[in-house]
């Protein structure tokens, strides 16, 4: 965990001042996250990518951090801790990812920044620490051939047949195969059910509340190449942690890809914690209503009884004037 010295973040609290300007709070940011890629790469403990300019991926992500704003108008900066903020600027830069490149994006929980990587990002990633010869990935339609074909080394290889008339059926499932330069193969399958299941943890669902894809969302129009990138990233975060590299590359995308796997599983317990809550309560308030003979039954009783309890009084009003007077 890197840490980082505060006098290089001026700011007041556990919020940036609001006296501070946007331009000063990102030369602060800049120079504090600088400072510490400087000292990281001075001691070889990982090496930046070639023509990456860690000034301008700094840029690149303090705009977005700015120009991204909550309902009450307030950035991403302004919602963040400055350490958690600082922390997500570093990690970028020892990825070696750029926002303006669709490699990475920020997100806010809990009043903490996180970083977290796209597929873009995960290949980007890829090619910088191996030697990288292809990753190729194809979706399956129904009707296709395909096969699996697993070595006693628990080594996969793919075969896949298909038609052209077959790119227009539903798609069953897609695959991924990662080629290193050395001629070793690393490749991965999901089924569609898979794939769906991938795409139902995201905050905004691409499914309607029957649990089918919505047409007009995103998912729902490039149906075959959402597919293909949710197989090469999970593909790539399978190979990246299963690397035996222990480079300072390695280690700090296991930390961003652990806080993005827990984030899933708070979301999840969350949901679920919402839905026991709400059977609760439903189990709760619901009492059984009386049907509609019950309640007639109850209503003549009652009608039964101030009938008794009239012709009781009226009697006993009939005594007293029989009564001889005084």
């Known amino acids: 965990m890197w840490i980082f010295n505060r006098t290089n973040l001026k700011t007041g609290g556990n919020k940036m001042s609001k006296e501070l300007t946007n331009a000063e709070r990102q030369k602060n940011y800049?120079?504090?996250?600088q400072k510490t890629i400087t000292g990281l790469v001075e001691e070889k403990r990982f090496t930046l990518p070639k023509n990456y300019v860690v000034g301008n991926a700094l840029e690149s992500a303090f705009y977005q951090l700015i120009s991204t704003k909550d309902k009450t108008g307030k950035n991403l900066i302004e919602k963040s801790t400055k350490e958690s903020v600082?922390?997500?600027?570093?990690?970028?830069?020892v990825l070696g990812l750029n926002p303006a490149k669709q490699q990475c994006y920020f997100i806010p929980y809990a009043g903490e920044l996180q970083l977290q990587t796209s597929y873009l990002g995960e290949v980007a990633i890829l090619k910088r620490i191996t030697n990288l010869k292809s990753i190729n990935a194809n979706v399956i339609f129904k009707d296709d051939e395909f096969t699996i074909e697993i070595d006693k080394y628990g080594n996969q290889t793919f075969k896949h047949a298909t038609k052209l008339e077959n790119k227009d059926n539903d798609p069953i499932g897609a695959y991924c195969v990662i080629t290193l330069d050395d001629g070793s193969i690393y490749s991965d399958y999901m089924t569609i059910k898979q794939i769906y299941q991938s795409w139902g943890q995201a905050k905004f669902s691409p499914f309607d509340e029957k649990g089918k894809l919505k047409k007009e969302s995103t998912?729902?129009?490039?149906?075959?190449?959402?597919?293909?990138k949710t197989i090469i990233r999970r593909?790539?975060?399978?190979?990246?942690?299963s690397s035996s590299d222990t480079d300072l590359?390695?280690?700090?995308?296991?930390?961003?890809?652990?806080?993005?796997?827990?984030?899933?599983?708070?979301?999840?317990?969350?949901?679920?914690?919402?839905?026991?809550?709400?059977?609760?309560?439903?189990?709760?308030?619901?009492?059984?209503?009386?049907?509609?003979?019950?309640?007639?039954?109850?209503?003549?009783?009652?009608?039964?009884?101030?009938?008794?309890?009239?012709?009781?009084?009226e009697k006993k009003e009939d005594e007293c004037q029989d009564e001889p007077g005084f």
């Open 86 to 93: 600082a922390n997500a600027l570093k990690q970028m830069c």
């Open 235 to 241: 593909t790539c975060k399978m190979f990246l942690k």
């Open 219 to 228: 998912h729902g129009k490039f149906i075959e190449e959402m597919a293909k």
């Open 249 to 313: 590359v390695i280690d700090t995308y296991c930390q961003v890809e652990n806080k993005e796997y827990r984030e899933v599983e708070r979301e999840v317990e969350a949901e679920l914690e919402e839905e026991v809550t709400e059977t609760q309560a439903t189990e709760e308030l619901d009492i059984e209503e009386p049907k509609e003979d019950k309640l007639s039954n109850i209503a003549k009783e009652i009608q039964e009884k101030n009938k008794a309890k009239k012709e009781k009084e």
């Open 30 to 33: 800049v120079n504090a996250v």
